[in-house]
C-alpha cells in the first residue's frame, strides 16, 4: 500500500459527484482502501475520502482513537464505508469547528445535523448500519460530503468563524483533520 497526495481545495476532482462501486472484495478495491488508511494515518487525519486522493468513487474512511488532547473528539470507531447512505434523525443541527486535509491549516465552524443513521459496505460487501450523534455524525457528514464534491466551507453561513488554525487556537493542538 502505499501513502497517496491528498488533493487540495480547487482540483476539480474534489467537486465531482463520485460514482458508487460495483464490486465489493475485488484487489482494486482493497489497495484504494490501504492507500486511504496510510494515507490517513500519515496524515493523523480523523477521516478522509477517496476523491480526495483522486479516486472518485463512494469510498470513506473514518475513526477517532479517544485522546486526552483532544477532549472534545469522541472516539468514533474505525470504519471503511462503501456506497454510504444516510438518513438525518430529527431536525436538530449543532455547530463545531471542521477542518479538512483538503483545506490544509484553515479550520471553520459548520451546522451538522446532530443526529443520524448511516448504511452501507465495508470493503468485503458486510453491511454496515449505524446509529450516530455529535462528532461522529459530524465526521460521517464531512466525509459523505466529499462523494457529492462539497467541501466544508462550502457548508458556512458566516465566515467570519473561518480562519488559519494556528491563529485561531494559538498554542493549542487543534486536533486532527477530515
Ligand atoms: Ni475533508
Not at 1 to 29: C, D, K, N, S
Request: charged letters at 25%; a negative charge; hydrophobic letters at 40%.
Amino acid at each position: 500500500m502505499a501513502i497517496r497526495e491528498v488533493l487540495r481545495m480547487g482540483h476539480p476532482v474534489l467537486r465531482q459527484v463520485a460514482v458508487p462501486v460495483e464490486r465489493f472484495g475485488t484487489p482494486e478495491l482493497a489497495r484504494l482502501v490501504g492507500d486511504m488508511k496510510d494515507t490517513m494515518a500519515h496524515e493523523n487525519g480523523a477521516g478522509l475520502a477517496a476523491p480526495q486522493i483522486g479516486e472518485s468513487v463512494r469510498v470513506v474512511i473514518f475513526g477517532v482513537t479517544a485522546n486526552p488532547r483532544y477532549p472534545d473528539a469522541e472516539e468514533v470507531p474505525f470504519t471503511v464505508l462503501v456506497n454510504p447512505v444516510i438518513t438525518f434523525l430529527g431536525e436538530e443541527t449543532e455547530e463545531g469547528w471542521e477542518g479538512c486535509l483538503s483545506v490544509p491549516g484553515l479550520r471553520g465552524v459548520v451546522p451538522r445535523r446532530t443526529r443520524l443513521r448511516y448504511a452501507g459496505h465495508d470493503e468485503e460487501g458486510r453491511p454496515i448500519d449505524r446509529i450516530a450523534e455529535g462528532f461522529h455524525a459530524r465526521v460521517v457528514q464531512h466525509e459523505c460530503d466529499h462523494l457529492d464534491g462539497i467541501l466544508y466551507p462550502m457548508r458556512m453561513p458566516d465566515m467570519s468563524r473561518f480562519g488559519f488554525t494556528d491563529v485561531l487556537f494559538p498554542g493549542i493542538d487543534a486536533g486532527p483533520d477530515d
